[in-house]
């Protein structure tokens, strides 16, 4: 079975602070998502990176960043933490090249920035 | 991604089948059909997908129509731990591009399960 381990469950930040949610997946995907989920809106899309040091824009990435230094793990910054932030966080994983691929997720980080 | 029609809801009793049906009507002939759930307070779980056969794993069936406009979800029995939000998406089995890999669920079907 995919394995998608997200560092936190729950999280509470303060305004300004540089936040870090950690990513990683035992399946040798090539594909990795940052995703925030808050209620009415739905899933949107923060990041994805197909390949180590590769990264594209998703839906909404200002005040983020991510890294991608080895394929097992993706992380996602929170440059300076602002109460719009506060939301749910999910990491998937998916391999080969197409938008087709299954995604696979972890149990999500539950942020709080006070 | 092309539209999907899901029921609002569905009751199930434990260790009974369930049948979650999904409309599709303007599906494409590149157009996988994928499920999802989101049990409470966890992240989306990927739980099958098809084209055209239909399809089995280990926690599931996927019963395709042969015009392909709707599919149904099975679970053979319902246990409590199936209680979720049920999703059904179509994905473009050709399109690569950085687009093609958004996510984005409707309002799916809330599946309870009764003891």
């Known amino acids: 079975d995919v394995k998608v381990t997200q560092s936190s469950r729950y999280l509470v930040k303060r305004t300004g602070e540089k936040v870090f949610l950690e990513c990683v997946q035992d399946m040798d995907h090539e594909n990795m998502f940052w995703y925030r989920q808050d209620p009415g809106l739905g899933l949107r899309l923060i990041y994805f990176s197909y390949d180590v040091k590769m990264k594209e824009k998703g839906d909404i990435p200002e005040g983020y960043s991510v890294s991608r230094e080895k394929k097992e793990r993706f992380s996602l910054i929170l440059e300076s933490a602002s109460t719009n932030q506060t939301s749910m966080y999910l990491c998937a994983s998916a391999g080969g090249s197409l938008g087709n691929q299954p995604q696979h997720f972890g149990d999500g980080t539950r942020l709080s920035i006070l | ?115």
């Open chain 2, 1 to 115: 991604d092309a539209k999907t029609t899901q029921p609002n809801s569905m009751e199930s009793n434990e260790e009974e089948p369930v049948h979650l049906p999904c409309n599709h009507s303007t599906i494409s002939g590149t157009d996988y059909i994928h499920w999802y759930r989101q049990l409470p307070s966890q992240g989306p779980e990927y739980v099958i997908h098809g084209l055209t056969s239909n399809v089995n794993n280990r926690m599931a069936s996927l019963a395709i129509a042969e015009d392909r406009k709707s599919s149904t979800l099975i679970l053979h029995r319902a246990t409590l731990r199936d209680a979720a939000v049920y999703y059904c998406i179509l994905r473009d089995g050709l399109y690569s591009g950085a687009g093609s890999y958004q996510l984005t669920f409707g309002k799916g079907t809330k599946l309870s399960v009764i003891p």
